[in-house]
Each structure stands twice: as C-alpha cells, then as structure tokens.
C-alpha cells in the first residue's frame, strides 16, 4: 500500500469534499497524511488520518474580492490572494513531503505554490478540485461569467467570440503571477491558463453530468467524479426532529464574502411561508432584526438532516452547498455573489434544479417567487443525484489515484 500525503488550502469548503476520498483511501489501506487547517487537525485524527496543519501565516491571507467594484476586480483580488499565499504554501509541501516522503502527493486546486512544488518534486502526483476548474473546453462556453450552453452554429459562433475576449482578461490577471511562483520552483513558464491548470497528470473534479456541462476534451487527465458531499458528524438538534413544515434551508458562505443580504431577504421573503426556514451563517452572523416565528439563524447545524426533511435550499452559489443539497434530491435558488458562484448559478438552471436569482435583483418579493418556484424543481435535483451517484463519488477518485501511483511506478520497458 501508498503512502499519500493531501494539502489543502485553508478552507472547508475544500477539506470538507476531500475527505471522504482519503478516507476512502484509508479504507482501501493506504497511509494518509494531510495537512491542512490547524482548527481542523483533531477532526480529521479522529477520522483515522495523520493530520498536521498548514503553515498558519497561510490562513491569515484572507479572501477580500467581495470589497471589489466588478467582476474583473474580484478576479484580480483572488489572484492576489492566490499568488500570496504560493509564497508559502509552496515551501510548506516541499517540508511536509521530506517529512512523509510520500508515494504521492494530493494538492489542493487553489494551493498554487503547493502545486508547483509537487510538479517539481517529480513523483506522482494529482489536482483535487471541489468546483468546476477554469479550463477551456470544446462545446461550453467560457469560465466566468456564468454562460449557458448554446447548441448549433449560433453557440459555436457565440463562444467562438467570447472565448478569447474572456479567457484573454483571464490570462492577463493570472499568468503574472503563475509564471512567478512556477520560476520560483524552477519549472518553465507557461502561455495560456490552461497551462498551469492541466499541469497535474490527474485532476479529480467532485461534480459530474448532468449538473456539470459535457466536456468530452478535459480525459484522461481530468475526471469528473461526482460531488463529494461530508460534513463532521454531530448530532441533530432536537427541533431538526419535530413534526411540522418542510425547511427551507438558507446558507452562506463558510468564508466571509458579505452576503449578509441573501439573509436579510430570507428573513423578509419566508416570514409566514409553509416552511420552517432555518438560515445558517458559519463566517459570523449578521444582525437580521427580529425574527418571523417560523425563522431561525444558526452559526452551524448539520445540513444533512435539514435536507432529509427540506423542500428547497437557498444559497449563495458555493459548490458544497449546492451540490450538497442536491445529492439529497432538493433544489436550489441560487443568489451568486461572486467567485465560481455565477457559474454554480448556471449549471443549476442547466440542470432544471432550481432557479438563478442575480444579487442586483435580491428583494424579499423576488426571492420568495423564486422558491416557490423551485419547490417544483425536485426532479431535476433527483437527476442531478442519480448523476453524482453514477459518477462513482469517493471510489472512482482512489482507484483514478492508485492507477496513477502504479503507472508512476512501473519500470521503463527495455
């Protein structure tokens, strides 16, 4: 069996979707080490792995795009966040690796210098990434803006247009500062985003059709392995239990992006609605003013049993969130507000699960139609489950990842 060490950036919403694959991993008798969040470290012992947190002067670099004016501004403060925090993270798997001496090495897709350090390190190696990555792909339409796909010469000509307009702005935030963290581990220089992004011989992607558009040109070095929904065991609160209206649950982002307002609404929108809504706010909650008797606001409760007994979810567009809920067979309006959230809003109403509402048009009135909406939007969420499951979830992923290992392997023939 292999010893395989996981890094990861410094938020759940990445360790969370990992975990069941290296816990898969641990199953199948492979040594697991990761190193990640230092809050996070006790968990994931208790869980059977080797843990140890990332270097600490990596979280203090914190995401600030949602103080952005527009789109390209915020895409321009992710990427300093990025390249700031490859200053660090890139020496920090380069110590863990002389310290595990894995077999090989599992790399966060937002950790840049982590995976510039297992490109150079020169063992096996591989990209885990819980969204839909920034890669082009023949038939959809370019990352960013959150684009349908749209079949037929007009669709053709339409991506054929916008491609290199998008991808163009795309290239000139992020190359800069690529090529300064890949000449820093010694690796050549790159041209082109996809560059970089393709550069691990294996990426795991944790969604899968029919949410996510067909990409028939991202095999075999990108799997798409269905989403990866997990969250710590806990045990549900008792009013989780009692009989009554289905929930709607409410989330948003475990990493503070000032979408305080998609709460706000919640509380205005479903205040006397057939639900019993339950609105969730891990990065610190806002003052809502007094609550409807049939809303209540948590820092943290266990989504799952909320979903078991949910008719819609309203969310921020976080791939965890979403995705998480539709594994439990609920749809969704999406509120995006920045990030990857416009295209998680996209591949939602892709998908007939659920109903993109833009931030610019969040009222109460809105969102309260939205969901109404949505509440007849279950089978599109179903088939969006029945996809993930299909897709082969945790153990797709580690058999991908043991193939590689012993392809790495395997001596050169004579």
């Not at 558009?213 to 799997?223: C, E, G, L, M, S």
């Not at 539709?326 to 699960?353: I, M, N, S, W, Y």
Request: glycine letters at 10%; a neutral charge.
């Amino acid at each position: 069996m292999s010893r395989i060490l996981a890094y990861t950036s410094p938020a759940i919403g990445h360790l969370f979707p990992m975990t069941p694959l290296l816990l898969e991993l641990t199953r199948r008798g492979h040594q697991v080490h990761v190193r990640t969040l230092a809050g996070q470290v006790e968990l994931l012992r208790g869980l059977g792995l080797a843990a140890e947190p990332i270097d600490a002067r990596i979280a203090a670099i914190e995401h600030h795009d949602f103080g952005a004016k527009n789109t390209l501004d915020a895409l321009s403060a992710s990427v300093d966040v990025f390249v700031r925090r490859a200053g660090l993270d890139g020496d920090d798997l380069t110590a863990a690796i002389s310290s595990v001496r894995p077999d090989a090495v599992l790399v966060d897709f937002n950790s840049w210098g982590a995976r510039a350090a297992a490109q150079a390190w020169g063992g096996s190696w591989a990209a885990f990434c819980p969204y839909t990555p920034p890669v082009s792909s023949r038939g959809a339409p370019p990352f960013g803006p959150g684009l349908q796909p749209l079949a037929g010469p007009f669709g053709r000509l339409r991506d054929s247009l916008l491609r290199p307009l998008i991808m163009g702005q795309l290239q000139k935030r992020y190359l800069p500062g690529i090529n300064g963290i890949l000449t820093a581990h010694g690796l050549p220089s790159v041209t082109t985003t996809d560059g970089f992004f393709r550069s691990a011989p294996l990426t795991l992607v944790a969604t899968s059709e029919p949410f996510e558009y067909p990409h028939p040109d991202w095999v075999p070095d990108i799997r798409m392995i269905g989403a990866l929904p997990w969250e710590p065991a806990a045990e549900a609160p008792a009013w989780v239990e009692e009989q009554g209206d289905p929930f709607v649950l409410v989330t948003t982002s475990s990493e503070y992006q000032a979408d305080e307002a998609l709460a706000q609404a919640a509380v205005k929108a479903l205040a006397g609605e057939p639900y019993r809504v339950v609105i969730t706010m891990p990065a610190g909650a806002a003052n809502l003013g007094p609550l409807p008797a049939n809303v209540r606001v948590e820092q943290f409760v266990p989504h799952g049993p909320v979903l078991a007994r949910a008719a819609v979810a309203v969310t921020h567009g976080g791939m965890g969130a979403t995705q998480k809920a539709l594994t439990a067979g609920v749809p969704c309006v999406v509120v995006p507000f920045g990030r990857d959230q416009l295209e998680v809003a996209a591949r939602v109403k892709h998908a007939h699960a659920g109903v993109r509402l833009s931030k610019g048009k969040l009222t109460p009135e809105r969102l309260r139609h939205a969901v109404r909406r949505a509440s007849g939007m279950a089978d599109g969420a179903r088939r969006a489950a029945a996809g993930y499951q299909a897709a082969g979830g945790a153990a797709t992923g580690a058999q991908a990842l043991e193939t590689l290992i012993t392809q790495h392997h395997q001596p050169t023939p004579r």
